[in-house]
């Protein structure tokens, strides 16, 4: 643990120099593996042949040769071995970005990583290899898209999705259309018009430039994720950019398959025309439905999943691969066949699965897409260095301009016509952002790699386009959007979580929404909206949710989850600290509650009784809940999954620490209803000793050690109790078991052990020492804790429970 | 019970010269002394409207549109009564159904400064509580943005703050999150107040910092409900799409 600590300290520079020289020694190291065994015969049959042979000649000549103790045969692993190599590459260059100290605050990872690929492939021509056909089309489609694409669609936020799904369909489909014809158009034009180098251009025929301007037009989802997910956007334009990326799939893969079928013909009859609109139809909505029917097996499936737990990941992911699959086998979507699987399965398989299963399921995602994602880019490099290229100046000039050119007509003319139709109007700051951040990537590239050298003889000059336009986009566009989110002061993304009344008032709004259409007599969104969710309700959770869990309304679940994180937040402050204002601990409930009795007893005041019956339902609320409540509650990002809490440093924390077991004493001095428990603790190594052996598990450093006492009134509890006779109910978040560890105990007994929990809880809170400093600034450090501690979750906190439609 | 007067309560939602600006209608200012209803019933989708339309934002359409959804909850009658809306089919399934329709009988919701409940609306104040739903125009200043939250959040406030003394009480809130519950079944009353309560505690937190144990929350000010759902765009979100065709054959 203190060697990573040192990355981040300016103190480290000097350190990660030299890391950097280890990184490159390996890179080297790399190269010369991955390029070794090219030359060589790489049939992994032929080396089992061999391995064949060779195991039979000595049992042949037995005597004559004696046994090898060292045999080096690399033949025989060396397709793994390869593949290894390159995901250890990429991993690497992944982790050493981030120890260079501010280089990624200015350089997205996108360009970075493409860079690394120019630079591994340079290495590799300069050794005098063959490259390898990195980005073999069907190595990017079969094995590396679909990580991406499911994760993107697994925790798609679906409520700003359908709400802006009209939006994000105009420019997925008539965008990119237009995108399509208006760069194959004008790019067909602008070849005829060029008479000054008649031999290459003007051989071209406008379908193969349709073809073109189809494969080049389509916003990529890897692109435009891995710069986005950087710059922090609002909810509306990351989803309408992310929305488009992801649904264009269909447009492309019907245009590709039309313009490469009638190149090879040569004419288009209206006929095809009114085929090609057909397909269209069919290729998406066909998407939706496999996807849609394997989403709902896999919920189904998930259901009876509750004694065999560990395979539950599993089947989210092989039912999802097989969507895709099954997709891809009628050339229908795979990418939409993805997204409609994921986001149609996920509501009903979270409730079902278990929460480590869940945690898997999220962690395996990410890290999946996260590497799929750095090697498309590497490989993107490496592709590039390895050609064939045919540069025409004039083509790709041409080429990328008219990309440009069309994007800001068609986001322009687009929003002016869906502006008459939306309620919130989009701004030309939105058109603007939403334009500048069509980014184009490796899905193009591999679509242009697809095309047959015999039907197309431009081919080369068309990869040398499509890439300059990826390079292009990735680079100037990627780089210089940031800045201009700045600039521009586009409003960015919320990070305050949610609160109990916002969520009430959520609820309250639909409802009050839809009786308002109601009342007028319109039928529409809202109404529609809660007929879904009413059927969802009834019918459909029902059939793919086991338990009693299927009938909780979404208000209790949310409560419920606020409940408990209240209860971690209390417990990891050390108790007695104060609390981000967020958390109503510096207001008890009798500052709210009628004064009815005002002779109760001070004591009593501070500690209401807690009657058996509801003591019972708290127990059960937080057994329900461990499962799930430690989800996600934190916005989603695929590739930062938890801030490690010791990174700033152990010095520091040790440091804050000592300050925080002083203030503690302050306020318990200062509180008139607070006393020190009256046993003497035991000795701080004799408790950690008890907890380490009561506690086995290490799931996360941050959620290790939490006593945590709970009732509808948290104040009274964030305070050591003053009488000996309360009972509080200890919960262990620790213990893997620990739905079902909860105790309840004499706080008593126990207060010599909380004690020691809360230091552990003060560790973990590197933040806590600044809160009195600035109240601001407290706010966000306290946000940023409550992302360390909870369990950090892919998804932002409004997907949480929502119902099947928004 | 000690209930403290919020000195801010007596801020007055935005007035109907406010409102006309965001009108993307026709809008013609001077002074048309308001006829009666009956003349309106009688020549629907006339001038009689720009009266209405100035008012309340809505277009001429939109106007006729909601005065023939009005006549036919009705039954061509000039005023709606409570029975009226309860006999709309669709809302029977709505949780919050009689916070929204004593919200169409809430004087305070009529943009005039009045209190109090009536026992039955015309078409004016009718068209005057569906205004608060209006999409608000793309071209607003950061003023006009702000009035038009306040004026939204006034609304749902005057829907929780049933007693109308400038306070959401706890008892209110219990009863708010009660009505939002009502229609799920298996539940306790004891989760809905406990939920209640755990809001309010958050509101307290919030607007006011830290209690001494001996104070006391009286509720949610309007000032502090603005604050509590600052984060909350309602501006954006509290909108109904008016329609400008005719769908009241489809309604029952």
Redesign the interface.
């Known amino acids: 643990m203190p060697s990573r600590t040192g990355s981040h300290r300016p103190a480290g520079i000097g350190k990660s120099l030299s890391e950097r020289g280890l990184l490159l020694l390996i890179v080297l190291v790399l190269l010369e593996g991955s390029v070794l065994p090219l030359g060589a015969a790489s049939s992994p049959d032929i080396s089992h042949k061999e391995d064949l042979d060779k195991h039979k000649v000595p049992e042949e000549n037995y005597t004559k040769k004696a046994f090898p103790v060292l045999d080096l045969d690399y033949h025989h692993v060396h397709t793994p071995f390869e593949v290894s190599l390159w995901v250890l590459l990429a991993s690497l260059m992944k982790l050493g970005f981030h120890l260079i100290p501010r280089l990624s605050g200015i350089v997205p990872e996108s360009c970075l990583l493409i860079t690394v690929g120019l630079l591994v492939g340079g290495l590799i021509k300069l050794a005098g290899e063959k490259v390898p056909p990195v980005l073999d089309s069907k190595l990017f489609f079969l094995c590396l898209l679909p990580p991406i694409i499911l994760d993107a669609g697994y925790f798609l936020p679906i409520r700003p999705f359908m709400e802006n799904l009209g939006t994000i369909l105009m420019f997925a489909v008539v965008g990119t259309l237009w995108n399509a014809f208006f760069v194959g158009g004008l790019l067909y034009a602008v070849c005829q018009i060029q008479p000054a180098n008649p031999s290459i251009l003007h051989n071209i025929e406008l379908l193969p430039c349709l073809l073109f301007g189809s494969i080049v037009s389509a916003v990529d989802p890897v692109a435009v994720l891995a710069v986005f997910e950087e710059i922090h956007i609002n909810e509306l334009l990351h989803i309408l950019v992310f929305g488009e990326s992801l649904l264009n799939d269909a447009v492309t893969v019907v245009l590709y398959h039309l313009f490469e079928e009638y190149s090879g013909a040569g004419t288009v009859s209206v006929l095809d025309c009114v085929l090609g609109v057909i397909s269209f139809l069919v290729v998406s909505i066909g998407g939706v439905l496999v996807g849609a029917f394997y989403g709902i097996l896999t919920a189904f499936t998930s259901r009876f999943t509750s004694h065999t737990r560990v395979i539950e990941p599993l089947f989210v992911f092989v039912y999802s691969y097989m969507a895709y699959l099954s997709a891809e086998m009628f050339h229908l979507s795979g990418i939409m066949a993805l997204i409609a699987c994921g986001a149609v399965m996920r509501p009903y398989v979270e409730a079902n699965i278990s929460h480590k299963s869940h945690t898997t399921i999220k962690y395996f995602l990410k890290m999946w897409s996260s590497v799929s994602e750095t090697l498309i880019f590497i490989f993107l490099g490496v592709a590039t260095v390895d050609g064939p290229h045919a540069w025409d100046w004039t083509f790709v000039t041409v080429t990328v301009i008219l990309c440009l050119v069309s994007r800001v007509i068609g986001v322009i003319g687009l929003t002016y016509v869906i502006n008459k139709f939306r309620i919130v109007k989009l701004t030309t700051k939105d058109q603007f952002i939403v334009a500048y951040g069509g980014l184009r990537g490796a899905i193009a590239f591999s679509l242009g790699f697809l095309l047959d050298e015999n039907l197309f003889p431009m081919r080369k000059m068309f990869l040398t386009a499509i890439i300059t336009v990826i390079f292009f986009t990735v680079f100037v566009q990627g780089m210089t959007i940031k800045p201009l989110v700045e600039l521009l002061a586009v409003k960015k993304k919320q990070e305050a979580k949610r609160t109990i009344n916002e969520e009430i008032h959520t609820q309250f709004l639909d409802h009050l929404l839809t009786g308002i259409e109601d009342i007028c007599g319109h039928y529409g969104h809202h109404h529609w909206k809660d007929k879904l969710n009413r059927f969802n309700k009834k019918y459909v959770k029902k059939c793919l949710i086991a338990g009693e869990r299927s009938r909780e309304p979404q208000l209790i679940a949310f409560y419920h989850k606020m409940e408990f994180k209240q209860a971690i937040e209390l417990v990891e402050s050390g108790g007695g600290i104060k609390l981000p204002s967020a958390v109503p601990s510096t207001v008890s409930m009798q500052n709210i509650q009628p004064k009815k009795p005002p002779t109760a007893k001070p004591a009593e005041r501070v500690l209401p009784q807690l009657p058996k019956g509801r003591e019972e339902e708290i127990r059960k609320i937080l057994r329900s809940n461990l499962q799930r409540t430690r989800m996600r509650l934190r916005s989603y990002n695929r590739h930062t999954l938890v801030a490690d809490p010791f990174e700033d440093g152990f010095g520091d924390l040790l440091m804050k620490k000592q300050k925080m077991i002083e203030l503690e004493k302050k306020i318990h001095d200062m509180n008139n209803y607070l006393t020190v428990p009256a046993a003497p603790p035991d000795s701080p190594t004799m408790c950690r000793a008890r907890l380490a052996s009561g506690k086995d598990t290490d799931f996360k450093p941050a959620q290790q050690h939490k006593g945590n006492t709970i009732c509808p009134d948290p104040q009274a509890y964030s305070m050591k109790p003053t009488s000996d006779s309360v009972p509080t109910i200890h919960v262990d978040l620790a213990s893997p078991q620990s739905p079902d560890s909860v105790n309840v105990m004499d706080e008593f007994k126990r207060a010599s052990k909380k004690r020691d929990e809360e230091d552990q809880g003060l560790m973990m809170r590197p933040s806590t020492g600044l809160r009195h400093a600035g109240e601001a600034d407290g706010g966000k450090e306290q946000q940023k804790l409550t992302r360390c501690l909870s369990d950090p979750g892919p998804s932002a906190d409004e997907e949480e429970d929502e119902p099947f439609l928004p | 019970?000690n209930v403290r007067r919020d000195p801010l309560r007596s801020l007055s939602i935005p007035t109907v010269s406010v409102q006309s600006r965001l009108v993307s209608g026709p809008v013609k200012s001077g002074g048309r002394s308001s006829r009666g209803m009956g003349a309106l019933q009688s020549l629907p989708g006339n001038p009689e409207y720009l009266d209405l339309a100035e008012k309340t934002g809505f277009s001429f359409e939109q106007i006729k549109i909601?005065h023939k959804?009005f006549k036919?909850?009705s039954h061509n009658e000039e005023a709606l009564q409570r029975d009226h809306?309860n006999a709309?089919p669709?809302?029977a399934?709505?949780?919050?159904?009689s916070q929204?329709i004593e919200a169409?009988f809430d004087r305070r919701n009529f943009r005039q400064n009045g209190e109090g409940i009536v026992e039955e609306i015309r078409f004016e104040e009718f068209l005057l509580v569906?205004s608060h739903?209006r999409?608000p125009s793309?071209h607003k200043i950061e003023e006009q943005r702000d009035s038009v939250r306040r004026e939204k959040l006034k609304f749902?406030f005057n829907?929780h703050d049933t007693d109308n003394d400038g306070t959401i009480?706890?008892?209110e809130y219990r009863h708010?999150?009660e009505e939002?519950?009502s229609l799920?079944?298996?539940?306790?009353k004891?989760?809905a107040k406990?939920?209640a309560?755990?809001?309010?505690?958050?509101?307290?937190?919030?607007s006011?910092?830290?209690?001494e144990?001996d104070?006391?929350?009286e509720g949610i000010t309007f000032e502090h409900f603005l604050k509590?759902?600052n984060?909350?765009e309602?501006e954006?979100?509290?909108?109904?799409?008016?329609?400008n065709m005719d769908?009241?054959t489809?309604?029952k």
Request: hydrophobic content about 55%; glycine content about 4%; charged content about 15%.
């Open positions: 019970m909601l959804r036919q909850l809306f709309i669709d809302l399934c709505n949780p919050i159904r929204i169409f569906m739903f999409p793309l749902i829907m009480t706890l008892e708010v999150v939002l519950l799920s079944e298996g539940l306790e004891d989760t406990s939920i309560d755990a809001a309010m505690l958050e509101v307290a937190s919030i006011m910092g830290h209690m144990p104070e006391f929350y509590l759902l984060g909350f309602i954006s979100r509290m909108n109904i799409r008016f329609l769908t009241t489809l309604c």
